[in-house]
């Protein structure tokens, strides 16, 4: 298992000095979510072979690897101009990983809610052109619903992903999105998790509010039954996760000897306090697996 950080909090933080920043805030791996300079949000890449070679000297120099690349693109968006579009960033955004020496990608199902058919139907003509390359490259994939996806229910995104039969891609489970993905309890949180299996391979660790509680008044919206979908990535104890059940679970299935597993330190909420956050992050994560044995 890795424990890695997602440096968005950091994304101000000149590519080649990242590696450093990561490894002081006591980290090993790195999840390299978007960024305006690598691979920025659903655009094409920016990084050159020079970017690559740059990054990699500082990888090396920190003591620090690439966990995986999360990048983000419309390939399920019922636009075809910007689907196609989609799929050759992804082409290049996989030819960038493997150049990193990292084989593990992670991203969104993407697409539409409010035309859900049609943002299917994008989603499965893209994955039949991507998944030859993934094969090709011997590149793993692991997906997640977000919420305003075409698909937002964790055990329904699962069945898709069983749907897609490749072994190459499986299950990532995002804390902070737990109460749009159909639980709202510790024990349908455990369920999702046990619906998974051996699929679930990564999470994204956050802690967040239920925005369906108080009869859905904890997030008050204008106008009234708006299709505004809010969450938050805080810092574990801050939010209304059951963490002991969540990571008891983890335990459970024996996650922590799957070498290729990834647990994400995924907290965006505090910039303004962002090393006290990643600190805490990191001291709760080592907290809760230790009690693993």
Known sequence: MKIALDPYMYRDVPLTQLPGVVADLGFEYIELSPREDFTPFFLHARA???????????????????????????????????????????KRAIELTTELGCDIMNSEFNGRPEDAETSEGQFWRSMEELLPVFEREGMRLRLEPHPDDFVEDAKTSIDMIRGINSPLVSYLYCCPHTFHHGAHSAQEMVDIMDYAGDLLTHVHLADVFDHTASSGLRYITNPPGNAVRVHQHLDIGQGELDWDAFFSKLGTMKFAQDDDAILTSCVFAWEDRRDASTHHMRSEIDKHIKRWG
């Not at 999360?70 to 101009?81: A, K, N, Q, T, V």
């Open 48 to 90: 050159n072979d020079d970017t690559v070679k740059g990054f990699k000297k500082a990888l090396d120099a920190a003591g620090v690897k690439i966990a995986c690349h999360l990048p983000l693109y419309r390939w399920s968006g019922p636009d075809e101009i910007q689907r196609q579009a989609a799929v050759r960033y992804w």
